[in-house]
């Protein structure tokens, strides 16, 4: 017979009486019995020469043994061959019943032991190999319990029993049930007679609980009906070499898997694509049942920066946990990965407990850093025990490494990414120029191209930048910084208009800052250029409407008035073409009053339109008094019979609003034309109908010049019809003029008597007396072109409104003195209240009502501005409640917000109201004391110290105590800004938590 697949068994079949009868090639080897030899002996060479020679007793006994009980076991029984050489051998006998009349046969299993058994600790090399191979486990299965009857000693060493508690146990309850290879039907289909005999492979439990590989012979033996008697087990032991293999497939996997992920690394362009990839690859490539990476903000690990993950489920995974952990407890193996190669469901990180309630049998953790801090985790999952061996940590931590490498590059390409963005998406344009002839500049940002200028061809010099200034303004400018240069100042302010790319004119703020040599020249000049049009445009607009006020107060002529307004709209506005036209009540047309630059062609051709629906845009807006907007003349059908003449004129688009009288009558239109298709923007129809409401003005006053009076309250009309009153003083009398609606805005019940000055000034806030008198006093001697301020006057509930002042003297005597004098007043109060509003949430805390971080290192800068003037004193606190964190953990952050309301509270109780606190972190503060020394800085930090330990948090019943630490420094003149004060006080923070906590520390400045 041959030997059994996979198991090398050594097979003999004799008599009753001990003569061999057949062997396989395994029992010729052991024995020395070639194929020759063994075909001459046979049925003439007794067993018992060569198994047990000379202990005919034991032979007898493993027969009778066999026969009565099915099969029977021998260990460490002598043998010898035929050559001579002895050797012990583990035996195992089974009976095989004859048929027919035949005499009973007899099996014989001989597995060699070895002499020299290797130590417990050899886990790998030759002999421990040989010896899992060869030396077999041997045991006898009882059928009906499926209980062990015999067991050899190398079955009690494969399994880790002691043979007493091993015969006790049952065949599953030393199974695998997890095994996917042996199939649990097999034992039955072999004891119902479904099969003679098995071999394969099957995974058996170790007392240890680790899984034990093995190659398995199972045999039935039967009596001579065919009942079963028992099974003969013979077990080897796989398992080293099984790992062996595993790990060699491992490390190839983990060898392509690093590959893979290198190449993923030079292809990213993205850290979370780079993350997704490893995650991937390491799911598919690595063998890992599953990954995640998380990639926390280095300032807060609160803030998850990146989270990815692939692969089989590991449980609730929460990467804030990770960080706490990583950042808080000490990593068992050491600083940089933890690795547990046990997953269990009660013990261990929270993390790693639910993962073995997932199902996962190891993790390993890796800490992936930027620049040698610890900013997030690689881990990995296996669904095997043991699976991160000393091998495998040493190829993931040199892919750590490369990722760790990879997140320091991407973090620097997102930050700079994100300059670019921010200084693309900036309103400024930073600049910075060589001293020399023109102005060259050295760097421009490549936002200058929304204004239709190139960097590349400035920075090249084929652009001066002196040549991008407007003519009319260089020599202003160049004489500007020339005077600069000579007073050696290091920081100046200039406006100035540029031409644009696309031909249009913008204003220019530019704040610069010059550097010096030694010999007192320049160096080099950065500055940061930003676009006021707006704030010049509004400027404009503001000095138009006064200009236009004091003709209309002057008496001008109707003309004079309508040529200023269309010339101040198209100055303002130089795309814009403008016309006005008057009504001709008599005829029921419009004629052209103003059009300083159409064509006189153009104007000759409209002149006589008739007031009439779909007759051109003026016609149609004054037959039905409301503003007209054709975007493209050519297609408004409107304008089909005045088209041609407009494509001449060069016209393509006209926007035309009504003029209305007080009274609604319609008194001409106010049209604006372009030279391309353009449709308005609000503020576009806010301009027109703006300036047709000024138009209305001067159209009325002429056309009702003989009521004065009268004309005077249409005036009124027209501008309170947008919420505005009207007043006229005269300064030398102290009598005034107020419209109906001027009272209501400013309080003011006279009883039918003439209101004075000093009323409006009895109800202007205190604090607004003397900005009050200082405008409108430079604009009386004449310092000011206008008078425009913005006050508090008591309203006639007691309450306190916003309004806008506007006005202009309208006539002096021929020494200038101020004879006459009018304006406007408008409620502004609801525009301060969302002023306010929008201020608070720009500069305050919204948990502490604090300042916030901006407002306060504004309010520093400010006072480092104000120190180099006036050479005074101040002192930057840095405040920090000490073990702030415990409390969020301990009591919640509900309690926390709490805590920092409480010490936000008893800061303002000991400040003075010049003192400004804020909240600039989580539990940091700061407070600016100006005007202070230190020593009484250092008193009051002493007391708010004192204070703040003596009154706990009361919280849902707890009383909790808060301590805080203070680091003091002053302001001093070397400060280039907030950032080097703070810097210094932090130290000094620093110094007193070291120092213990909950206590003041003072550090110097360096020039003091």
Same mark, same amino acid.
């Given at each position: 017979?041959?030997?059994?697949?996979?198991?090398?068994?050594?097979?003999?079949h004799?008599?009753r009486?001990?003569?061999?009868?057949?062997l396989?090639?395994?029992?010729?080897?052991?024995?020395?019995?070639?194929?020759?030899?063994?075909k001459?002996?046979?049925?003439?060479l007794?067993?018992?020469?060569?198994?047990?020679?000379?202990?005919?007793?034991?032979?007898?006994?493993?027969?009778?043994?066999?026969?009565?009980?099915?099969?029977?076991?021998?260990?460490d029984?002598?043998?010898?061959?035929?050559?001579?050489?002895?050797?012990?051998?583990?035996?195992?006998?089974?009976?095989?019943?004859?048929?027919?009349?035949?005499?009973d046969?007899?099996?014989?299993? %001989?597995?060699?032991?070895?002499?020299? =058994?290797?130590?417990?600790?050899?886990?790998?090399?030759?002999?421990?190999?040989?010896?899992?191979?060869?030396?077999?486990?041997?045991?006898?299965?009882?059928?009906?319990?499926?209980?062990?009857?015999?067991?050899?000693?190398?079955?009690?060493?494969? +399994?880790?029993?002691?043979?007493?508690?091993?015969?006790?146990?049952?065949?599953?309850? #030393?199974s695998?049930?997890?095994?996917?290879?042996?199939?649990p039907?097999?034992?039955?289909?072999?004891?119902?007679?479904?099969?003679?005999?098995?071999?394969?492979?099957?995974r058996?439990?170790?007392?240890?609980?680790?899984?034990?590989?093995?190659?398995?012979?199972?045999?039935?033996?039967?009596?001579?009906?065919?009942?079963?008697?028992c099974?003969?087990?013979?077990?080897?032991?796989?398992?080293?070499?099984?790992q062996?293999? =595993?790990?060699?497939? =491992?490390?190839k996997?983990?060898?392509?898997?690093?590959?893979?992920?290198?190449?993923?690394?030079?292809?990213?362009r993205?850290?979370?694509?780079?993350?997704?990839?490893?995650? !991937?690859?390491?799911?598919?490539?690595?063998?890992?049942?599953?990954?995640?990476?998380?990639?926390?903000? %280095?300032?807060?690990?609160?803030?998850?920066?990146?989270f990815?993950?692939a692969?089989?489920?590991?449980?609730?995974?929460?990467?804030?946990?990770?960080?706490?952990?990583?950042?808080?407890?000490?990593m068992?193996?050491?600083?940089?990965?933890?690795?547990l190669?046990?997953?269990?469901?009660?013990?261990?990180?929270?993390?790693?407990?639910?993962?073995?309630?997932?199902?996962?049998?190891?993790?390993? !953790?890796?800490?992936?850093?930027?620049?040698?801090?610890?900013?997030?985790?690689?881990?990995?999952?296996?669904?095997?025990?043991? /699976? /991160?061996?000393?091998?495998?940590?040493?190829?993931?931590?040199?892919?750590?490494?490369?990722?760790?490498?990879? +997140? @320091? !590059?991407?973090?620097?390409?997102?930050?700079?990414?994100l300059?670019?963005?921010?200084?693309?998406?900036?309103?400024?344009?930073?600049?910075?120029?060589?001293?020399?002839t023109?102005?060259p500049?050295?760097?421009?940002s490549?936002?200058?191209s929304?204004?239709?200028?190139?960097?590349?061809?400035?920075?090249?010099?084929?652009i001066?930048?002196?040549?991008?200034?407007?003519?009319d303004?260089?020599?202003?400018?160049?004489?500007?910084?020339?005077e600069?240069?000579?007073?050696r100042?290091?920081?100046?302010?200039?406006?100035?208009r540029?031409v644009?790319?696309?031909?249009?004119?913008?204003?220019?703020?530019?704040?610069?800052?010059?550097e010096?040599?030694?010999?007192?020249?320049?160096?080099?000049?950065?500055?940061?250029?930003?676009? #006021?049009?707006?704030?010049?445009?509004?400027?404009?607009?503001e000095?138009?409407?006064?200009?236009?006020?004091?003709?209309?107060a002057?008496?001008?002529?109707?003309?004079?008035?309508?040529?200023?307004?269309?010339?101040?709209?198209?100055?303002?506005?130089?795309?814009?073409?403008?016309?006005?036209?008057?009504?001709?009540?008599?005829?029921?047309?419009?004629?052209?009053?103003a059009?300083?630059?159409?064509?006189?062609f153009?104007?000759?051709?409209?002149?006589?339109?008739?007031?009439?629906?779909?007759i051109?845009?003026?016609?149609?807006?004054?037959?039905?008094?409301?503003?007209? #907007?054709?975007?493209?003349?050519?297609?408004?059908?409107?304008?089909?019979?005045?088209?041609?003449?407009? !494509?001449?004129?060069?016209?393509?688009?006209?926007?035309?609003a009504?003029? %209305?009288?007080?009274?609604?009558?319609? %008194?001409?239109?106010?049209?604006?034309?372009?030279?391309?298709?353009?449709?308005?923007?609000?503020?576009d129809?806010?301009?027109?109908?703006?300036?047709?409401?000024?138009?209305?003005?001067?159209?009325?006053?002429?056309?009702?010049?003989?009521?004065?009076?009268?004309?005077?309250?249409?005036?009124?009309?027209?501008?309170?019809?947008?919420?505005?009153?009207?007043?006229?003083?005269?300064?030398?009398?102290?009598?005034a003029?107020?419209?109906?609606?001027?009272?209501?805005?400013?309080?003011?019940?006279?009883?039918?008597?003439?209101p004075?000055?000093?009323?409006?000034?009895?109800r202007?806030?205190? @604090?607004?007396?003397?900005?009050?008198?200082?405008?409108?006093w430079?604009?009386?001697?004449?310092?000011?072109?206008?008078?425009?301020?913005?006050?508090?006057?008591?309203?006639?509930?007691?309450g306190?409104?916003?309004?806008?002042s506007?006005g202009?003297?309208?006539?002096?005597?021929?020494?200038?003195?101020?004879?006459?004098?009018?304006?406007t007043?408008t409620d #502004?109060?609801?525009?301060?209240?969302?002023?306010?509003?929008?201020?608070?949430?720009?500069?305050?805390?919204?948990?502490?009502?604090?300042?916030?971080?901006?407002?306060?290192?504004?309010?520093?800068?400010?006072?480092?501005?104000?120190?180099?003037?006036?050479?005074? =004193?101040?002192v930057?606190?840095?405040?920090?409640?000490?073990?702030?964190?415990?409390?969020?953990?301990? /009591?919640?952050?509900?309690?926390?917000?709490?805590?920092?309301?409480?010490?936000?509270?008893?800061?303002?109780?000991?400040?003075?109201?010049?003192d400004?606190?804020?909240?600039?972190?989580?539990?940091?503060?700061?407070?600016?004391?100006?005007?202070?020394?230190?020593?009484?800085?250092?008193?009051?930090?002493?007391?708010?110290?004192a204070?703040?330990?003596?009154?706990?948090?009361?919280?849902?019943?707890?009383?909790?105590?808060?301590?805080?630490?203070?680091?003091?420094?002053?302001?001093?003149?070397?400060?280039?800004?907030?950032?080097?004060a703070?810097?210094?006080a932090?130290?000094?923070?620093?110094?007193?938590?070291?120092?213990g906590?909950?206590?003041?520390? /003072?550090?110097?400045?360096?020039?003091?």
């Amino acid at each position: 017979m041959s030997s059994t697949p996979g198991v090398p068994l050594a097979t003999i079949h004799s008599d009753r009486d001990g003569i061999i009868l057949d062997l396989n090639d395994m029992a010729g080897s052991l024995l020395r019995l070639n194929e020759r030899q063994g075909k001459g002996m046979r049925g003439r060479l007794h067993l018992g020469e060569l198994v047990a020679p000379g202990e005919p007793e034991l032979f007898e006994n493993l027969f009778r043994e066999a026969t009565e009980h099915g099969a029977s076991l021998a260990q460490d029984v002598a043998c010898a061959d035929t050559a001579g050489r002895s050797f012990r051998v583990d035996l195992q006998v089974a009976c095989e019943p004859g048929r027919d009349g035949e005499p009973d046969r007899f099996v014989f299993l %001989l597995a060699e032991r070895l002499r020299n =058994r290797p130590l417990a600790s050899q886990t790998d090399g030759l002999l421990r190999h040989f010896y899992d191979l060869h030396v077999m486990g041997m045991a006898i299965l009882n059928p009906v319990d499926l209980r062990w009857r015999e067991v050899n000693d190398r079955l009690c060493e494969i +399994l880790g029993y002691e043979r007493s508690v091993l015969l006790e146990r049952s065949w599953e309850e #030393i199974s695998d049930p997890s095994d996917p290879v042996f199939d649990p039907q097999t034992l039955q289909k072999l004891c119902s007679g479904g099969t003679q005999a098995h071999t394969g492979e099957k995974r058996f439990l170790h007392r240890d609980g680790h899984v034990v590989y093995a190659g398995i012979h199972l045999r039935a033996v039967r009596d001579a009906r065919g009942g079963l008697r028992c099974c003969i087990v013979i077990l080897q032991d796989l398992t080293q070499i099984q790992q062996t293999a =595993r790990e060699a497939r =491992r490390e190839k996997h983990l060898h392509t898997m690093i590959s893979r992920v290198n190449q993923a690394i030079v292809r990213s362009r993205g850290l979370k694509p780079l993350l997704q990839e490893v995650c !991937r690859i390491s799911v598919e490539m690595g063998g890992f049942s599953a990954c995640w990476i998380g990639v926390w903000d %280095l300032s807060d690990t609160r803030n998850l920066r990146v989270f990815v993950r692939a692969g089989e489920d590991v449980g609730d995974v929460d990467p804030f946990h990770s960080s706490r952990e990583w950042q808080k407890d000490p990593m068992p193996n050491d600083g940089e990965r933890l690795v547990l190669n046990e997953l269990r469901p009660d013990e261990g990180l929270p993390g790693s407990r639910a993962a073995a309630r997932a199902g996962r049998r190891s993790v390993a !953790r890796f800490a992936i850093g930027s620049r040698g801090a610890v900013t997030g985790t690689v881990n990995l999952f296996s669904d095997e025990h043991g /699976f /991160f061996i000393p091998s495998v940590e040493a190829l993931l931590v040199e892919m750590v490494d490369d990722l760790s490498v990879a +997140l @320091d !590059r991407l973090t620097a390409m997102e930050a700079l990414e994100l300059a670019n963005k921010v200084v693309e998406s900036s309103p400024v344009v930073l600049c910075r120029w060589s001293p020399q002839t023109g102005r060259p500049v050295e760097y421009i940002s490549s936002n200058v191209s929304r204004w239709g200028l190139s960097a590349a061809e400035l920075v090249s010099g084929q652009i001066p930048f002196l040549d991008v200034i407007h003519p009319d303004d260089r020599a202003r400018s160049q004489a500007e910084v020339a005077e600069h240069v000579r007073l050696r100042r290091p920081r100046y302010r200039q406006e100035y208009r540029v031409v644009t790319g696309t031909g249009d004119i913008i204003w220019i703020e530019e704040f610069t800052r010059a550097e010096y040599g030694e010999d007192g020249e320049p160096l080099v000049f950065e500055g940061v250029l930003t676009d #006021i049009t707006p704030r010049k445009q509004e400027e404009q607009r503001e000095a138009a409407r006064s200009h236009v006020l004091s003709l209309l107060a002057q008496g001008a002529e109707l003309q004079i008035i309508l040529d200023v307004l269309a010339e101040e709209v198209e100055l303002e506005c130089p795309d814009m073409r403008c016309s006005i036209m008057l009504a001709d009540d008599a005829h029921g047309a419009l004629l052209v009053g103003a059009a300083p630059s159409l064509p006189a062609f153009f104007t000759r051709a409209v002149n006589g339109t008739p007031i009439q629906e779909n007759i051109g845009s003026c016609g149609h807006s004054a037959a039905t008094g409301k503003v007209v #907007i054709s975007e493209d003349i050519q297609t408004d059908p409107r304008w089909a019979p005045g088209k041609n003449v407009a !494509r001449e004129a060069g016209l393509a688009s006209c926007w035309s609003a009504p003029i %209305l009288s007080t009274r609604g009558q319609v %008194l001409g239109t106010f049209a604006v034309y372009h030279e391309y298709i353009h449709s308005p923007s609000a503020r576009d129809i806010h301009l027109i109908q703006e300036k047709a409401n000024l138009a209305a003005i001067a159209i009325e006053r002429t056309r009702d010049a003989e009521a004065l009076k009268e004309s005077a309250e249409r005036w009124r009309f027209a501008l309170e019809g947008a919420g505005d009153g009207v007043w006229d003083w005269k300064p030398d009398t102290d009598e005034a003029v107020l419209s109906h609606r001027c009272k209501e805005i400013v309080g003011i019940d006279d009883g039918g008597a003439t209101p004075h000055y000093q009323q409006w000034l009895a109800r202007v806030h205190p @604090d607004d007396l003397d900005h009050l008198n200082e405008h409108l006093w430079s604009h009386l001697d004449g310092r000011l072109p206008n008078f425009v301020c913005e006050h508090r006057v008591r309203d006639s509930r007691g309450g306190w409104r916003w309004i806008l002042s506007r006005g202009l003297v309208v006539r002096r005597d021929e020494r200038g003195k101020p004879l006459r004098m009018v304006g406007t007043v408008t409620d #502004i109060s609801e525009r301060k209240r969302m002023e306010q509003e929008l201020r608070e949430m720009a500069t305050t805390d919204y948990l502490t009502g604090l300042a916030n971080r901006r407002h306060f290192l504004s309010r520093v800068t400010e006072e480092i501005a104000r120190l180099e003037r006036n050479g005074h =004193r101040a002192v930057v606190m840095m405040l920090d409640l000490d073990h702030f964190k415990a409390v969020n953990d301990n /009591f919640g952050h509900s309690a926390g917000d709490a805590v920092l309301r409480h010490f936000a509270h008893l800061m303002r109780d000991c400040l003075r109201k010049t003192d400004t606190p804020g909240r600039v972190g989580g539990e940091e503060f700061s407070v600016l004391l100006p005007d202070t020394a230190i020593e009484a800085a250092l008193h009051l930090a002493e007391r708010l110290r004192a204070r703040v330990e003596q009154v706990p948090v009361n919280v849902h019943g707890l009383s909790i105590p808060v301590t805080v630490s203070i680091g003091l420094t002053p302001l001093c003149s070397t400060d280039m800004s907030p950032d080097d004060a703070l810097q210094r006080a932090d130290k000094a923070l620093y110094q007193a938590k070291s120092s213990g906590r909950n206590r003041v520390e /003072f550090l110097t400045a360096p020039d003091s």
